[in-house]
């Protein structure tokens, strides 16, 4: 069975080419690390080449790694079944991220493709319900609820993967613009806040096509932006490295937890 | 009838003043304009004393106006009522800004004092429904409708009295650091995103203590921000100076408008 991975920036592209044998789709505009794998070229203008060139290669399994940057988009080089597919994806995208993925991981499914995960192809990388480094505090338990409240309550909105909370406050909610400017954000307006971050999948998130993942840089600004803890999603958020995000959270004396 | 307004910083508490006859209470280290009204001197640590001032001018009815910092705090200078208050206000604390409200309302009244809002003492310096400065395109209602859509679902956390939409997606989202951080945040995330900053009260929230307010100044930083558009809720926010504001919005080609 050979599988392809839709390669988008950072590590995780390589840690699900460990998984097994895969070809690398990388898309024009599109940064990606070098990988030990065969690459199929392909442009988001030509979505009917990319079938093509799956099917030719005999692919039958595709999964979606890392942060695809929106490159432009020049509507002259589309091929049919692209313009065919545009006004369903236009659709989609006024309506956020999360129904453009799953909408896009449909238009696979309906070419024949199985669509799978990270969380599939690497169940070995997410951390089970407990702590991962250090112990939380009360104090920090109780930040960290009021943060899930939040993002509880934003879910259904498609909105919001992370929240901070210190000393019962929310101080951060993250927006289109990501964890790590939220991060930004609260280290500027209140430094020394000794808040907790909690990075959860939103309720009902296709996670196949967005999973959400911490790494030793994720502990790094936590830190820097004055937080004491972290807590994640048990089963459901990717941990990049975890012998690194360890040693991060030692040096810079982060708590990090799994819950359910 | 004799009245005080228990002043925070800013120009609302001379705008109040101008409701007629008041005394004007000024808390230790919380800065406030110089006005035109007898002053009765307070400490936080000393509620018992401030109850007793009150009544000795006569004062039968409260306002809090402007922003109330919370200044250092000094254990030894407590008197009697305070501390029997303490565990109250604490607890209140720890339940968000609207509880420690309701409760410093309450307990007021308790004291015998009517407590009234700026809402009460000048009706006149709201908006009603419809445009205030430009009109606003389908595609700002479109993002105002979103911006609002995640402070009804925030609302009964106590979070948000203000969001930032742009294009469909949700780009601010007003944390304990106020709209003023918010506006910063997305000017420095998003520049030139052309978005709409949604601000209304909380579902709930007791306006009579924190009435959301627009003034020039929140007018030129949404501008610097690099939004098109300011929402403000009919009835329920307080424009500080309604001619400057409209000045500032034409300056900046702000679209101003109250919606229900």
Redesign the interface.
Known sequence: MARAIIAGSGVLPGLLLQAGSAHVVRLSGVESDPLDAPDIPARFEQFGALFADLRAAGVEELAFAGALSRPAFDPSLMDAETMALMPRVAGAM???DDTLLRTIAAIFEEQGFRVVGALDLRPDLVAAEGPISGGASDAQLRDAARAR??LD??G??D?GQGAVAAK??????E???GTD?ML??VGM??PGSGGVLVKRPKPGQDLRMDTPVIGPATVMKAAEAGLTGIEIAAGSVLILDRDAVETACEASGIALWAAP
Chains 1, 2 share one sequence.
């Open positions: 006024a309506q956020g409240s939040v309550a934003l259904p909105l909105v019962g406050q929310v101080i951060g909610i927006t289109l613009q400017a930004r954000f307006s209140l």
